[in-house]
């Protein structure tokens, strides 16, 4: 069975920065697209970022691109979100997700595996 397990969320203040990553295990890592998404309170999840199963190609949302980063190790089985210059309104649980094709997506419904979920909060 698949797991993703996101870790690196927290506190910091706006300007600031953090890695998330998200570990998959369970079935092949490699060969497959992965994305970032979040959900702050109230609001529907939305995405963030996403990366193809090589990380030659990767797809940003207009809110993060430049100060965002997506990056993967298919040998550590990890996909990683490098958040720089972060914003108040970045302030949300960040998921990762599998998606079972090789090329990117920003719809939800693509991505068949979901993490658990990691807070970052972004005071100002």
């Known amino acids: 069975q698949v797991q993703l397990v996101e870790s690196g969320g927290g506190l910091v203040q706006a300007g600031g920065s953090l890695r998330l990553s998200c570990t998959h295990s369970g079935g092949t890592f490699s060969g497959y697209a992965m994305g970032w998404f979040r959900q702050a309170p109230g609001q529907e999840r939305e995405f963030v970022a996403a990366?193809?199963?090589?990380?030659?190609?990767?797809y940003y949302a207009d809110s993060v691109k430049g100060r965002f980063t997506i990056s993967r190790d298919n040998a550590k089985n990890t996909v990683y979100l490098q958040m720089n210059s972060l914003k108040p309104e970045d302030t949300a649980v960040y998921y990762c997700?599998?998606?079972?094709?090789?090329?990117?997506?920003?719809?939800?419904?693509?991505?068949?595996?979901w993490g658990q979920g990691t807070q970052v909060t972004v005071s100002s």
């Open positions: 997700a599998k998606r079972l094709s090789p090329n990117v997506s920003s719809r939800p419904p693509d991505f068949s595996t």
């Open positions: 990366i193809s199963w090589s990380g030659g190609i990767t």
